[in-house]
């Protein structure tokens, strides 16, 4: 019984619009997840990671490809593996006329747990959530993060062995998002298996031990958050607004990555000098700062997170 | 570290796992909704006040009508719980990537439904009771009917709710089945009064078909043998064509396509 949590083989997707083209969401996508991992989806909107996640959790049928889950062929036989999940929808929201302990404690008891393991489970996870002053509130009276947290809340306290979160933090302010971080840390440590996605670089880096950048459908990187840093070329960034117009002097230093009209050179400390003596001739400004996710995934899809479009 | 090489735990595997506890829920948050609960008889009360003033001869047959066709309208209330949960919560994909299954997800809310909105139909059986003296055989040909009632159109409606990807578009076919089912076939008024030609085609629909054999058992519609099978068969057919396929269904959207 040591089969991986996750494999996803060449998965790919063809949504057939009903009036319009037919769009390729995923094209390809090929990763594998041990058990008791933390891992994220890491791309822009659009870039396919909801679609992966549900085909994942047997919610999606994929166009062609193969998904195993705990060794079972989760496609063949959805429901032999669906006990074993437990799932956080994107954009999803509790019953409104229910407070977040019976949302918790209700579904508890819909997957068959008994009264009092749902009842002790449901507490534990609306505390950890930092959800207890409002447990007993209906859900219609809470903020949109205070139901986001109900979800997850929700969906944690099953404690299932694989769990798929689509942007679990949305709307959540930065220091729920940190209880957030924590409870799904404490969850791996026990021995359940997390796939998570987001398009904040913070909470990828902060949260997975390993992730999965994906942009058009596919993925376009693997590693840890340090590995994908190494890859861009150098330890320190030094960022140029408007820099276009030395370029050309600041690529001998080492890689260019652009940000819109900002340049970032990757770079170490040798090089560090020169280059701002470059950028004080031109009259531009110039801000150094250690290499980061942003710059690794900048560098890796070649647009920003935040570019929409 | 053990316990990330340890054997999954087993999970009893039962298609109707959960099914008591989903109900319990939908109960729940169904109860919170009493305004729509009281005003749900409110177009059978209508009418009932109508035929009492136009044509009091007539009083009967729109009662036992309007127990029907309230628990026909429940089955309604089904198809815009499941596309509610569906659309606007998404909470189906919790119970879908569950160890539940996805005719004890179907079956669990439309139990709920049913129990929260019960009230009028108990109401009305009530009236109808005292105001038409039902014999205890034709009171329980009552409840058999309501019960094939209920499943067929919950069964519909939950086959329905996932065809719809926006609320708005689901709006104007309720109020198209409340009047192709209720309003103009004969379920609040007699079926002798319907043209002659489309009597029988009247029986095949589960409301109007439903509410003749009540009525025929309590001795107030006479109606050829042949015809009495063909309402009762085309009930338990419809009923138990729609339950299954609404089983079939509910796994097979379980998983998009
Ligand atoms: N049901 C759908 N029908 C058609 N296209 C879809 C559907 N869902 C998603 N898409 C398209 O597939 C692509 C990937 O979407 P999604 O998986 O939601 O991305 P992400 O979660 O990374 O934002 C997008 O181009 C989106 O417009
Ligand atoms: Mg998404």
Do not use: C
């Not at chain 1, 306290?157 to 940190?178: K, Q, V």
């Not at chain 1, 408007?242 to 990757?266: C, K, W, Y």
């Not at chain 2, 519609?221 to 099978?229: A, G, K």
């Amino acid at each position: 019984m040591n089969s991986d949590a996750l494999r996803a083989d060449s998965v790919r997707k063809i949504y057939h619009g009903r009036s319009g083209p037919d769009i390729e969401a995923l094209s390809g996508v090929s990763l594998r997840i041990a058990r008791g991992e933390r891992i994220a989806l890491l791309g822009r909107n659009g870039a396919g990671k909801t679609t992966f996640l549900r085909i994942a959790s047997t919610l999606l049928a994929p166009t062609s490809g193969a998904v195993e889950i705990f060794g079972r062929d989760a496609l063949a036989d959805p429901e032999s593996v669906r006990p074993y999940l437990a799932v956080v929808p994107q954009e999803g929201k509790p019953f409104m006329h229910l407070t977040p302990r019976e949302q918790a404690y209700t579904y508890l008891r819909a997957r068959g747990f008994s009264r009092e393991t749902a009842k002790s489970r449901a507490d534990h996870a609306l505390d950890q959530m930092g959800l207890a002053e409002v447990a007993d509130r209906l859900s219609i009276t809470l903020s949109g993060g205070q139901r986001q947290r109900t979800m997850v809340a929700t969906v944690i306290s099953t404690e299932a062995p694989l769990m798929f979160l689509d942007e679990p933090t949305i709307g959540m302010d930065p220091f729920a998002r940190r209880e957030v971080w924590e409870s799904f840390r404490e969850l791996t440590v026990k021995g359940s298996t997390i796939l998570l996605t987001t398009h904040y670089l913070d909470e990828a880096e902060a949260l997975s031990q390993r992730l999965y950048i994906i942009d058009r459908g596919r993925v376009l990187a693997e590693g840890t958050a340090d590995e994908l840093k190494h890859r861009v070329g150098g330890t320190l960034r030094v960022s140029i607004v408007s820099g276009d117009g030395i370029a050309q002097q600041l690529s001998t230093f080492g890689p260019l990555v652009r940000d819109g009209d900002i340049v970032h050179v990757i770079t170490g400390p040798h090089g560090l000098q020169e280059i701002l003596s470059i950028a004080a001739h031109a009259n531009l400004t110039a801000t150094v700062g250690p290499v980061t996710l942003e710059e690794a995934f900048l560098h890796v899809v070649g647009r920003s997170i935040h570019d929409e479009s | 570290m053990t316990s990330l090489n340890a054997a999954l735990p087993a999970v009893a595997r039962s298609r109707w796992r959960g099914l008591g506890a989903l109900i319990g829920t939908e109960l729940r948050v169904q109860l919170h909704e009493l305004t729509s609960i009281a005003t749900s008889f409110i177009v059978q009360a209508v009418f009932l006040v109508f035929v009492g003033v136009l044509a009091r001869e007539y009083l009967s047959y729109t009662l036992v009508g309007a127990v029907v066709f309230s628990t026909f309208q429940i089955g309604q209330r089904v198809q815009n719980e499941a596309a509610w949960i569906r659309i606007d919560h998404k909470l189906h994909e919790l119970y879908h990537a569950s160890p539940m299954t996805p005719e004890a997800y179907f079956l669990g809310m439309s139990v709920g439904v049913l129990t929260a909105y019960s009230a009028p139909i108990v109401l009305l059986f009530g009236v109808a009771d005292y105001l038409v003296a039902l014999a205890a055989p034709v009171a329980l040909l009552l409840v058999a009917v309501l019960v094939a009632e209920f499943v067929f159109t919950a069964s519909v409606g939950y086959m329905i709710s996932t065809w719809f990807k926006n609320m708005r578009s689901i709006w104007p076919y309720s109020t198209l089945f409340f009047n192709f089912f209720g309003v103009l076939p004969p379920v609040f008024y007699p079926l002798f009064l319907f043209p002659k030609a489309l009597q029988p085609v009247a029986l095949l629909l589960p409301t109007a078909g439903g509410t003749a054999l009540v009525e025929h058992a309590d001795g107030i519609l006479p109606l050829p043998t042949d015809w009495v099978i063909l309402a009762a068969m085309s009930l338990l057919v419809g009923a138990s064509l729609a339950f299954v396929g609404a089983v079939y269904w509910a796994r097979r959207i379980s998983r998009e396509r």
